[in-house]
């Protein structure tokens, strides 16, 4: 999960990865200035006792975001809700305002009829021992867009001037007269933020976009090439994908056909330096 998300593997790459052994700390770039601490710790019982026995101080010290990562295929429930309640004592005791995420992981191995169900109970049941704090739940699979979709609500909480950011892209869409512009982070091609004037049905289009444009920077990758910036027409819309700052690409998804594509790249140019200097202020 982690190496899709911040290394740019693909799914059926992470099958030759290891399973994590005792804990992995990685420092990850975001957003340029933005530094993500991320503590991956082995699920394997051994490495759980040890957390909690000599571990607990150092790994749950000053923590923001605790993302607790649920098998769906798990054999033993019981033992799952056990070490994740030893986390949550760790959580109160030493980072009281951390925020709580839980991924029921692997859905795709379920019948599709039993996957709503089973997610279902399984999050209430999680937020019935979570009691006072406050979770959110997300299901998720290597193999389509719902992994993208978890991240981006779990990185969108760590992004110190968000509201600022979305307020400002909510000009920028007005000011276009666009149908939405989505602003991603250049590296992960996470979703940061989005502002629309029409209402859309998919939604989870942006992870969607987020899963196809990094396969195709992969293989620009591969080809020894960068990608920059991309125009898809359809028979009703005309999307855009261009660099935004030296941390973001835009799309920005036009339907007027009275406006030209040079008046949108224009616009997205001339947007670069304040999107750029409000960046800079974070």
């Not at 605790?66 to 769906?72: A, E, N, S, T």
């Not at 509201?163 to 007269?177: G, K, Q, V, W």
């Not at 999307?239 to 040079?262: E, H, K, R």
Request: net charge negative; hydrophobic share 40%; aromatic share 10%.
């Amino acid at each position: 999960m982690r190496s899709i998300i911040f290394s740019n593997y693909i799914a059926r790459d992470t099958r030759r990865l290891g399973a994590t052994i005792d804990v992995e700390h990685s420092n990850v770039k975001f957003l340029g200035n933005l530094v993500l601490n991320l503590w991956d710790c082995g699920g394997q019982e051994a490495f759980m006792e040890n957390y909690f026995a000599s571990q607990k101080d150092r790994i749950f010290k000053n923590v923001e975001v605790l993302i607790y990562v649920f098998d769906v295929e798990s054999r033993d429930w019981g033992s799952d809700l056990h070490y994740y309640q030893s986390c949550l004592d760790a959580i109160r005791a030493n980072s009281k305002d951390a925020r709580i995420f839980c991924l029921i992981h692997k859905m795709d191995l379920l019948p599709e009829q039993q996957r709503d169900q089973i997610f279902d109970d399984r999050i209430r049941e999680l937020r019935g021992r979570s009691e006072p704090l406050q979770i959110q739940g997300f299901r998720t699979s290597i193999w389509d867009e719902t992994l993208y979709a978890a991240w981006s609500q779990i990185v969108h909480c760590l992004i110190p001037n968000i509201r600022t950011l979305e307020s400002h892209l909510e000009y920028f869409c007005r000011t276009c007269d666009a149908d939405e512009v989505v602003l991603f982070e250049r590296t992960t091609f996470l979703v940061i933020a989005n502002a629309a004037t029409v209402n859309h049905q998919d939604l989870h289009r942006f992870e969607k976009i987020s899963n196809i444009i990094k396969q195709f920077n992969l293989g620009c990758s591969r080809s020894q090439t960068r990608f920059k910036s991309m125009e898809i027409r359809g028979s009703s819309f005309t999307a855009f994908i261009d660099v935004l700052t030296n941390n973001t690409y835009a799309m920005v998804v036009m339907s007027d056909p009275n406006i030209q594509s040079a008046a949108t790249l224009l616009n997205i140019a001339a947007a670069k330096k304040h999107f750029e200097k409000l960046e800079a202020t974070r």
